[in-house]
């Protein structure tokens, strides 16, 4: 239920299934979904169902508190990895196969390994240089697959920091480290290797369960071309009131803007409290009737102010699109202001109402 004045979140589901489908098609083998950050801040568990009814099986977070929620959301069956990694017994037997990230980890799980083999997935890093086992932790563990003894591993993976600069030569060399180190230390376990933009990157970087996660929410995977996915996210925000502003009086703190003649001023209800970044003021726009407005003055917590002057049908309790639409996608917002889609996405904050369609 939508209250008065609450911003909107409207979510579609069936853009969600089409994208990864559509990425599972590409990508020509398995593909996970990654849902970490609240399911880049749509809802996770919305968005995990929508993936599982579209045949997704596998499922990525980043902290051990969403696999847990994840859990809750699916039910048993799905596999649902923890990206972060956790201490052995901390999932509380739901059944979360924790990525092991150093020696110290792979140490842990094999210990508690009592009788059952303990699934799992091995992260080796080949360039990331943030998490996974580093080129010394590899040799040892190549000299000494004891270690690894007790561990059912279901993936072998490693992570690309430039799938998204199809020609920097650190793509190519990821690969052929990943290959080399996956076969020394865990020969015949499957592979992981692209997100999105690595499934762009072609068969060379094809693997056995690809990890998208921006593309499933409409973030362009080739940064620099058109957008292959479909748009999934749009923000929409009330009218709260409109006023005529003089020429020579000035909107919004710091009194960053004035009106250069009489101007509509619409201040809608949302704010950088709602995700709707505060560097994005003076340099952003909304739809209302179907027309660019532009914004104007500093975004507030709670609202923001745009120049609807050339709108004549402007009412309040009309939704301006604060995001979404033609030229206004996470992406778009996010090249204004100096950021990603992903932070544009994952920064959407709890105030909205959430509204999922297409399911
Ligand atoms: C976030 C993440 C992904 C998904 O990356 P996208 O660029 O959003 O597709 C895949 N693997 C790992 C290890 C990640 O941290």
Not at 313 to 330: K, V
Request: proline share 6%; hydrophobic share 45%.
């Amino acid at each position: 239920m939508t209250l008065p004045g609450q911003a909107v979140l409207r979510i579609d589901l069936g853009a969600v299934a089409a994208n990864w489908r559509d990425l599972r098609d590409r990508h020509g083998a398995p593909v996970a979904g990654v849902v970490k950050a609240d399911g880049y801040g749509l809802g996770a568990a919305a968005v995990a169902r929508a993936l599982r009814e579209a045949g997704c099986g596998t499922f990525f977070v980043a902290h051990l508190s969403e696999g847990l929620a994840l859990r809750q959301a699916l039910g048993a069956g799905a596999a649902v990895a923890v990206l972060n990694g956790f201490p052995p017994g901390a999932d509380g037997g739901a059944g979360l196969l924790p990525v092991l990230n150093h020696l110290g980890d792979i140490a842990a799980h094999a210990a508690a390994a009592a009788g059952a083999a303990r699934p799992a997935i091995l992260h080796l890093d080949t360039g990331m240089s943030r998490l996974g086992l580093d080129a010394r932790e590899q040799a040892l563990l190549a000299e000494e697959p004891a270690r690894l003894r007790g561990l059912d591993l279901r993936f072998v993976m490693t992570h690309l920091a430039c799938g998204d600069e199809p020609a920097h030569p650190l793509n190519a060399r990821q690969r052929d480290r990943f290959t080399a180190a996956a076969a020394r230390i865990a020969p015949g376990v499957p592979r992981s290797l692209a997100n999105s933009s690595g499934i762009f990157l072609g068969a060379d970087f094809r693997s056995d369960l690809a990890r998208p996660g921006c593309a499933i929410y409409g973030i362009n995977p080739v940064p620099g071309r058109p957008n292959p996915m479909r748009q999934v996210a749009r923000v929409e925000a009330e009218v709260l009131q409109l006023r005529d502003v003089p020429a020579g009086d000035t909107v919004g703190y710091g009194a960053s803007w004035t009106a250069p003649g009489p101007r509509r001023i619409a201040t809608v209800a949302a704010g950088y409290a709602d995700g709707y970044l505060r560097a994005l003021s003076g340099r952003s726009l909304g739809m209302l009737h179907g027309r660019a407005v532009p914004l104007v003055g500093r975004v507030s917590m709670d609202l923001t102010t745009f120049d609807v002057t050339d709108v004549p049908q402007a009412r309040p309790g009309n939704r301006l699109l604060l995001i979404g639409g033609e030229g206004n996608t996470p992406d778009d917002i996010a090249a204004r202001c100096g950021t990603i889609g992903y932070e544009v996405m994952t920064a959407l904050g709890r105030r909205y109402a959430r509204s999922y369609e297409g399911a």
